[in-house]
């Protein structure tokens, strides 16, 4: 399972990739909106940086909503970098984008995916990445791990090459149990990366060993 980690905070990508785990960086207009990064120049000089930290893919997003602009604008984001994949959101003419980028070997990731059908369209246009955002249904009171074994289950059905990156990703057991499922890659917080080392019997097996180590000094 890739670890990505869904975040435009560069302190904290350094730290992900610091700890060895990395594979790639997922990124949104709100986590950027967060980091106070605006304008065209500021924004492609930040998806460099970002690129520059880390070994892997690097997503960045499209703003436009309709087909011409979202290849005008995805293509310039993917000449930034060969890091960098395209996010489109599943609207029609994002398909129709994703099967544009697909054709010509750019690598995309199709967010804002809610449901099987829409999963199932974003491999059918050859999208690289899809993202089901599971802690957003979660919010919803609809199960969203329910829709990562649906899409597992209709992707291995057909050999689909569509990777199942498993967004919205909120905490440790969302991890864990994609793990299980089968998603292909998650995308989360820092947090929910760095929980997956907690153990407070780990925490008091080292305090003991320490202290043992200690009396025989
Ligand atoms: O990768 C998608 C992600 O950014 C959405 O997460 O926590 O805003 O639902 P969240």
């Not at 979202?70 to 959101?89: D, F, N, T």
């Not at 599943?90 to 999963?119: E, R």
């Not at 992707?155 to 919205?168: G, P, V, W």
């Amino acid at each position: 399972m890739k670890f990505f980690i869904d975040t435009a905070n560069l302190e904290q990508i350094k730290e992900a990739q610091a700890l060895g785990i990395l594979d790639g960086v997922t990124t949104n207009p709100s986590l950027m909106a967060k980091e106070g990064i605006n304008g065209e120049t500021n924004v492609k000089q930040h998806y460099v940086d970002i690129c520059n930290i880390v070994d892997g893919d690097v997503s960045a997003e499209v703003i436009a909503t309709d087909f011409e602009g979202m290849v005008k604008e995805g293509e310039a984001l993917a000449a930034l970098h060969e890091q960098i994949v395209v996010k489109i959101p599943m609207i029609k003419d994002g398909v129709k984008a994703l099967k544009y980028f697909s054709d010509k070997g750019i690598k995309t990731n199709c967010t804002l995916v809610f449901s099987a059908g829409q999963a199932l369209l974003a491999a059918k246009a050859g999208a690289t990445y899809v993202s089901p955002f599971i802690g957003r249904l979660d919010d919803v009171s609809t199960d969203g791990l329910n829709l990562i074994s649906e899409i597992r289950l209709i992707y291995d059905n057909y050999n689909f090459e569509t990777e199942i990156l498993a967004a919205s990703v909120r905490h440790t057991m969302h991890v864990i149990d994609c793990a299980k499922i089968g998603a292909d890659v998650m995308t989360g917080p820092l947090s929910s990366i760095t929980g997956l080392l907690n153990h407070p019997l780990t925490d008091i097996g080292l305090a003991k060993f320490l202290e043992d180590h200690k009396k025989n000094a």
